[in-house]
């Protein structure tokens, strides 16, 4: 052919605009007979990246428990927020609740607002007043309705929330439990110092004895930690030392944060009161001076109360059913409670029952057998002569025998 072309060079040429689908590294070019490095490579790179954000992966993502915390984290409310602060999903029932919410995606972007992470589709929150029950009611239900149907229709979240069991405490899973309370227990005990006195009242009322607990605890869950009654106690209700702050404790499940400014510590007993302010005029460049900021006293509290310190959505305090076991058959929850079997308590009980198994028992057992030991009773007895001799009483006159 003219030009030196031969026919097997433009059959190769033509050859070359098909597409190979095999994966072989190496190629041949039809025009100089010299290999070269395929582009396979950059293609299968851009494939994985491609991949890396397809609809299953984003959605695992999402659907993850740390995804699930930040979101729940929105509605929290700063504690460092003195002036101007504002609840930004406040008055909500338990359906709405910020760990229900954030189960289905939605995070709290401003007041009475949430958004979702997916699709980015925004849902007002905001209710009637309870004083109009009808239209409260109806508001209510469509809110609740609206938890999934106000997604786009191809959110990944729409038909694919979080798994139910990251709104419960994991009661059913012994190993959870106690590498979670471990935790607990040893941030807890770096501040224990600082650490308030404890309100007592609704743990004695579920059985939970503080001292007894922490000689259990020492003795058979974290035996190389010294820790204190109230750590223990803390730590069984779910409580924490916040990582960003050893001043703060918050909780595992509803997030709820606790400044332990606001408690007289239970190692002082000077410090009665916390201000907020100088009270004095700060200076400017110019030498003028800006008007004085008021000085705000806070009272602090005498006690913290490991339960209702909780919000009331939190999982710890909600009741849950009682596993079967033959311990388990009537246990009063409270002195008003005498007589009537008990099926449900907090998960916070049936979670120390999982890891401690016999404390609560035998604190009951103990404290029934003390009770009504001989021992006590000859005790009180003794007690009822020594008042009786040592109380100041007018004897009355008797008349002689006759």
Partial sequence: MAG??????????????????????????????????????????STTESSAQSPNNLTGSLRSFEKFL????????????FINQSATWFGKPAELSPIICARYGWENVDSDMLQCVGCKAFLAGQLPSRLDLTAYEESLSKLKK???????KFCVLAANPCPEHFCHVPVDDPVNLMTSFSGRVKSLSRIQDRLPHLDETDLQALGYDTAQGAAYCRRNLVPGVDASPQVVALAFSGWACSESDENVLTCSMCRRQIGLWNFVSSSSTVDQKTYIGNGDGDATDDGQSTPK???VCLNKKD?????????????WIQEIPLPSSPGNAAVPSSHSDVGRTQQSAPALIVALRCIAPGLMDSNKGFANTMKTSPMV??????RKIL????SPKVHTKTSSPS
């Fill in 70 to 81: 930040q979101r729940l984290d929105t509605f929290s409310i700063s504690f460092f927020s």
């Fill in 146 to 152: 609206n938890l999934l149907s106000s997604h786009d």
């Fill in 4 to 45: 030196g072309v031969s026919p097997e060079k433009v059959k190769a040429l033509l050859s070359s605009f098909l597409v190979n689908d095999s994966k072989s590294p190496d190629r041949i070019n039809p025009l100089t007979g010299n290999s070269f490095i395929s582009n396979d490579s950059r293609l299968d790179d």
């Fill in 293 to 295: 900021r008021r000085k």
């Fill in 387 to 390: 008042k009786a001799w040592s």
């Fill in 303 to 315: 006690s913290l109360n490991p339960l209702g310190e909780h919000h009331r959505w939190c999982p």
């Fill in 377 to 382: 009773e000859g005790l009180r007895y003794f």
